[in-house]
């Protein structure tokens, strides 16, 4: 069966359909565009506004964005006469005469792999993308817009819980950098332009998102563990992997920039992660492991010179927007499980 048939991916449609139909007040039909579409985040998004638009009511005129018109046909061949595919780079102006009424700026390279790869081109996505959807938005002040920005944005820190208040270093010398900080200036760009221009911006920072719309060249390490457990093959454990992170299943993600649309206070920034999905790299491995059985492997040398590679934990709060209602509800086994399933079974 394909992803999009699969009973575990139609249950997760079925929720966030049940959950905007809850939370939405909706007596017309609304127009959405979708910047970075076929990735992670956007595509589970597009699918998620395809069902409701067939399963409960049609609803929302769907406007899917990609650099690559032959990708968004391809991800999205099962509806690509139910939706609007639009082939354009972010760095470039919106030029349109469409009034959106939801702008979900999604697009960025979002793996370390890329960062290195293309430190240059993360830089401009991020900042000349956001100006590109002010611009937009200036001329267009009825439009809502969700900006995705990263846990990564909080630089280092002393390990504790991390409030959207909190800040902390990021070495600008480094090109990796370019992510974390070019995802900081978008925020200022956004949070500036509520006060300048007065549009409408909703800041989501987003914890380790995972989920089985995952891209097959993710290299983040939840990405690699479940490609292993996916095609049966060890999984490599490159660190002591005691760093803590705060992961969240991909359709909780969704579910809560959606909350964030309707019940969030403009210009604000809010955590988004599932505070009950805390865990180590290792027992990130140990429960895919366990439950798929493979085998971790240990293949790191411990440098005398360094501690370890890497032993910042990334720990967010999530007390802001749960006083909007919103809570994630897949704990991280289950997320796993159920995204390992999904594409293992998959054609």
């Known amino acids: 069966m394909t992803r999009i048939e699969h009973p575990l991916y139609q249950k997760d449609l079925c929720d966030t359909a049940e ?118 938005a200036k001329e267009h002040l009825n439009s809502k817009i969700l900006f995705t920005s990263s846990m990564e944005s909080y630089g280092e820190n002393d390990g504790r819980n991390l409030c959207e208040t909190d800040y902390g270093r990021i070495n600008h010398n480094n090109i990796r950098s370019g992510y974390p900080e070019s995802k900081r200036i978008s925020e200022l760009l956004y949070r500036s332009a509520v006060k300048e221009y007065g549009i409408a911006v909703y800041i989501a920072r987003l914890g380790y998102i995972y989920g089985p719309t995952m891209i097959d060249d993710d290299n983040k390490v939840v990405a690699e563990f479940i490609r292993a457990a996916v095609n049966k093959k060890d999984i490599l454990l490159k660190s002591e992997g005691t760093q803590r992170r705060t992961y969240c299943y991909v359709a909780d993600a969704v579910c809560g920039m959606l909350m964030l649309m309707v019940s969030g206070i403009v210009g604000e920034v809010y955590n988004i992660a599932d505070k009950k999905s805390l865990i180590t790299i290792r027992q990130l491995g140990e429960i895919i492991s366990e439950k798929f059985g493979v085998r971790l492997i240990m293949k790191y040398e411990i440098d005398a010179k360094k501690k370890t590679i890497d032993k910042t934990d990334m720990i967010l709060n999530m007390d802001k927007i749960e006083k909007l209602g919103w809570k994630a509800k897949t704990e991280i086994a289950e997320g796993i499980n159920k995204t390992v399933r999904i594409l293992r079974e998959e054609e």
């Open 19 to 136: 959950y905007i139909q809850k939370k939405w007040e909706i007596n017309r039909r609304i127009k959405i565009l979708i910047i970075g579409a076929t990735g992670l985040i956007g595509s589970f998004l597009v699918d998620a506004l395809l069902y409701y638009n067939h399963h409960v009511r049609y609803q929302f005129d769907i406007y899917a964005m990609g650099r690559s018109i032959l990708r968004l046909k391809r991800r999205f061949s099962y509806a690509e006469s139910s939706i609007h595919l639009w082939e354009h780079d972010i760095n470039w102006p919106l030029k349109t005469d469409e009034d959106f009424d939801y702008i979900f700026h999604l697009a960025s390279n979002a793996d370390p792999g890329k960062y290195a790869l293309y430190p240059f081109e993360t830089i401009t996505t991020n900042i000349l993308g956001s100006v590109n959807v002010i611009n937009y």
